[in-house]
Structure formats: C-alpha cells, structure tokens
Nanobody, 124 residues
Framework: QVQLVESGGGLVEAGGSLRLSCAASGRTFSNYVMGWFRQAPGKEREFVAAIRWGTGSTRHADSVKGRFTISRDNAKNTGYLQMNSLKPEDTAVYYC?????????????????WGQGTQVTVSS
C-alpha cells in the first residue's frame, strides 16, 4: 500500500506563491507516476501536473503551464508542486496521487492512491 501526506496549503494573495509537498511511503516510486489534481466546489476534479518518478519527465496542464512546476526528490520520496503567480481561480482543494501507469496521465480515474487533499485559497 501507498500512503501520501500533503502539506503546504494555505491562504495567499493573488500573485503570491505556495509550495505543496507530498510525502510518499509504503514502497519505492521509481516505476510510478505522481500527479497533482485540484477540485473547486461544484467542479470536476482537474488535472494539474504529473511527473514520472524514475525519469523526472513532466507534464503540466495548459491552465498552469509557466506558473506551476512539478518536481520530486527521490531520496526523500517527496513530490512538490511549486505554484507561482497564483490567481483566484486557482482556489481549490489540491490532491496528490500515484499510479502504476507509465503514461503521464491526466485522468483522475487512472490513479490508484490519493492524499487527503490540502486547501489552497487565493484572495483578490
């Protein structure tokens, strides 16, 4: 089994930055993909970014490209989502998740394990 523990969410003003962390435990992640998703009230869960754990290959949604950066520290078994130039429309609960798929998938149902979610609120 895999456990994912998130941290780093909070309240920031528009234009500010946050760095979310996702600490993983339970197994080696060298052959897994970690993704970040977000969900605002009344909205579908939205793909944000994904990273192939072993190679570091990444994919970012168009809505966050150039502002958000996904990364990982293999030695710490921790993934990160650096969020810069935050906008009010970025307000959502952010989740990290892992999948055994090799594809940098943006489909939520492809992911097998999920963190508890952390609230990110961007004020105007």
């Amino acid at each position: 089994q895999v456990q994912l523990v998130e941290s780093g969410g909070g309240l920031v003003e528009a234009g500010g930055s946050l760095r979310l962390s996702c600490a993983a435990s339970g197994r080696t992640f060298s052959n897994y993909v970690m993704g970040w998703f977000r969900q605002a009230p009344g909205k579908e869960r939205e793909f944000v970014a994904a990273i192939r754990w072993g190679t570091g290959s990444t994919r970012h949604a168009d809505s966050v490209k150039g502002r958000f950066t996904i990364s990982r520290d293999n030695a710490k078994n921790t993934g990160y989502l650096q969020m810069n130039s935050l906008k009010p429309e970025d307000t959502a609960v952010y989740y990290c998740a892992v999948t055994a798929s090799w594809v940098l998938t943006g489909t939520a149902s492809d992911y097998n394990y999920w963190g508890q979610g952390t609230q990110v609120t961007v004020s105007s």
